[in-house]
C-alpha cells in the first residue's frame, strides 16, 4: 500500500479507497463495486467527509431498533465487510445478532471469500479491547457471534433468481434488517415483508435512501465506528421521521455550493 | 454485454458503466479508474445526467479556442478513450489536431492498448459520415489525425517521474490543451506552463475544474458529442468568467435537492 501522511487532509477516504483496490484484487469484490464506491466518495465529499447531526440522529435511532428488536441481523455486502467489517462484527456482538453476507451478484467464490475476511476480522475484534462500558466476556460474545450466508436456505419474496436467496436464520426471519449500502430492488422487497429496513446510504435521493426505515446518510466506516458506540448506550426507538432526515441531509449538500 | 431496455431512463448511464467494465476486464485502465467513473457518475446524477446550459456555453467557448488555437491538442486517459474516442476523433479531425494519450499512471501496456483501441475507433470515424457542414475528404481528414503518446520525448515542467512525460509534437509545444479528465496537479503544472487548460470535469468544486481555463461540467461522452457540433460552427472566444460557469453548475447541483 502506497504510505499516505497523517496529516493529510482526506487521509480517511484515500486510504478506503486503497483498501478497496486491494480488495478488488483479491476478488472479494463486484465489478461493479468499484464504481458504487465512487459514487460514494463523491457524495461523502460534498458532505465534508463528517458524520452530519441528522445522520448521528439516525445513529441513535437505528441503534435503539436493533437493541428493541425481536430478531435483528446485520446484512452484508462486499464493499461493507472491507469497509467497516470489524466495527460490524463489536456491533453485533454487543447486540447479539448475526452477521449474514448477501450479495446481490452472488458467487460462491465471493460469498466464501467474505466469509473468511469476517472470520479473521472476528478473532481480530475478539483479542482487542472491549467497547467501553461492556461488562462480560467480550471475546466469547465476540466469537459467537454467527457468521451465515454461505448456505442460503431462506429466500426474500419478491425478489427472483440468485439476488432473492437468504439465510433462514438471518434475513429471513429477521424482523429489523440493518443493510448497509443495498440496492434498491431489494431494499423495498424486504420493507414489502414488513421487516424495518435500516440503511446506510451516502446518496440521499437513492430509492434505499426514500424507502428504509431508517436512512443514515453517511459514510459506512464512520456510521458503524459511531453505531459501535451508541449500541453500548442505546435508548428507545423514536417516531421516526426520515424524510426530515433526508431533507437535512440534502441540504448540506446543497450548501457545497458555498464553498467556492 | 447486459441489454438495457430502451425505454430505460438511465441507459446512457448504464451503457456507460459497462463499456468501464469490459474496458477495465482488457486491462485498459488504472485500477482507480471506475472509483473516478463512479464519482462522476454521482456527480452526474445530481445534475440529472443532461448537458446544463452553462455547460454548453462552455463547450461553445471551448471550440472556439481549439479553432483559434496555434497549436492545439487533445490529451486522453483510459476513461475518456473507452466513453468518448470516437467523437473526440471527429473532433482532431474537424479542428485538425493530435490526440495524446497521456496517463496519470503510466504503463507502456495501457499506451499501447488504448492507442491501439483509438486506432480502431479513427478507422471506424473515418468510414462513417463526415458531420453535418463539413465540405472535403473526411475519410483521409480522419485518417491523418495523429494518434500520439507511445514515445514521449518531451516532459510537462513542475511535475516529476512517469507522470511528467509527454510527446513534442503535442502537450509539450500546444497553446491550448483540451485535457478531460485531468488531475489537479497536471491542471496546475499546465497552467502555470502559461498554456490554456479546456477540461471536462463533473465535479464543480474539484481542482482541475477551479483552476482550467474553462472548465465543461458535464459528463465526458454527452460533452464531446456536443464538441463536434460546435466545432463545425464554432463562433470566436469570449472573455470567459469559469468562476460564474462554475458557480452556475454547483447551483443546478444544489436544486437536486429540491427532486425529493
Known sequence: MVEIPDGHPRKASLMARQRMVEAARM??????AMIAHGRGEAYDYLLGE?????????????????HEAQNPVISV???????????????????????????YYRTDERIGGLLSLLGEQREEVASDFAPSGWVGDW???????????????????GLEGPRSLCCSDGIERADVVLVPLEDGDRCEALISLGKQVLVIDLNPLSRTARNATVTIVDEVSRAASELVKSASEAGSPTEWDNELCLREALSVISDAGSLI
Open 27 to 32: 476478488g472479494l469484490l463486484a465489478e461493479s
Open 50 to 66: 463528517r458524520t452530519i447531526e441528522s445522520a448521528s440522529r439516525a445513529i441513535s435511532e437505528t441503534a435503539a431498533r436493533l
Open 77 to 103: 455486502n462486499g464493499n461493507t465487510v472491507v469497509l467497516a467489517g470489524k466495527d460490524l462484527v463489536r456491533l453485533a456482538a454487543i447486540i447479539g445478532c448475526p452477521i449474514e453476507v448477501n450479495l
Open 139 to 157: 471475546r466469547n460474545r465476540v466469537l459467537s457471534v454467527p457468521l451465515l450466508g454461505s448456505e442460503p436456505d431462506g429466500s426474500i419474496s
